[in-house]
């Protein structure tokens, strides 16, 4: 079954505490990219990554890591610097040659406890 | 840095009204444009597109959006809206150069059988 899967569905953090978000596809595309969707203002894209072992910083980096060490892996650590996190996580995925028509994942609702 | 505006943060109509939502842009140059939707409790899906061609894009379930160059406007319509259509529709860009995407901040319609 192919697509995009993010887990998990719910995350809880702790203060001064760094979690990660997972992000795998199976649809071999190319580009991943990790947004946060917060009420009123839309999708907002915090890293992207167009092919393994190299990724980029979207808008809103800060207090957000990721890595691409595998094609289909594209997971998100939430740093204890990032100091508002309490969202709803994007992953999306772009294949080779569809002039940039991204796929999302499920994604992930993030609570700071 | 390009932009997207969308001016009606929420809108409802009652079902068998006609539906237009606005999308204006802030780029100057060659622009991808799309439309998403983003039903209650499910993936954000792709509705629409342009690249290039006929102006008039037709999507999924019924949906259509006009490209008007000269007014940087993607406009999505549908003649008669269902009460299924009820969900979050966002408007967003990608401009020639760059390989991500700009989404606008989102219109919640609500359709009242």
């Known amino acids: 079954d192919g697509g995009i899967t993010q887990s998990p569905k719910y995350l809880f953090r702790k203060e001064g505490q760094n979690v990660t978000l997972s992000c795998e596809q199976n649809?071999?595309?190319?580009?991943m990219y990790w947004y946060r969707q917060d009420p009123g203002q839309g999708l907002r894209l915090i890293y992207y990554s167009q092919i393994v072992n190299d990724f980029q910083k979207g808008d809103i980096a800060e207090g957000y890591s990721v890595s691409r060490e595998k094609k289909e892996s594209f997971p998100l650590t939430v740093t204890s610097a990032q100091k508002n996190p309490t969202a709803f996580y994007l992953c999306?995925?772009?294949?080779?040659?569809?002039?940039?028509?991204?796929?999302f994942g499920p994604g992930t609702r993030l609570l700071v406890l | 840095a390009q932009s997207v505006s969308q001016h009606n943060h929420h809108v409802i109509l009652s079902e068998a009204a006609s539906l237009e939502l606005g999308c204006n842009y802030s780029?100057?140059?060659?622009?991808?444009l799309f439309w998403y939707v983003q039903y209650p409790g499910q993936h954000l899906q792709l509705l629409l597109k342009?690249?290039?061609?006929?102006?008039l894009v037709k999507g999924i379930k019924g949906f259509e959006a006009e490209f008007i160059k000269s007014k940087f406007s993607f406009n999505l319509r549908k003649p008669s809206v269902q009460w299924s259509d009820t969900a979050e529709y966002f408007c967003a860009v990608n401009s020639g150069s760059a390989r991500q995407l700009t989404f606008g901040s989102g219109t919640q319609l609500t359709v009242l059988p």
């Open positions: 780029y100057g140059g060659t622009v991808n």
């Open positions: 999306a995925s772009t294949p080779t040659g569809e002039a940039e028509t991204q796929y």
């Open positions: 342009y690249f290039s061609g006929d102006p």
């Open positions: 649809l071999n595309h190319d580009a």
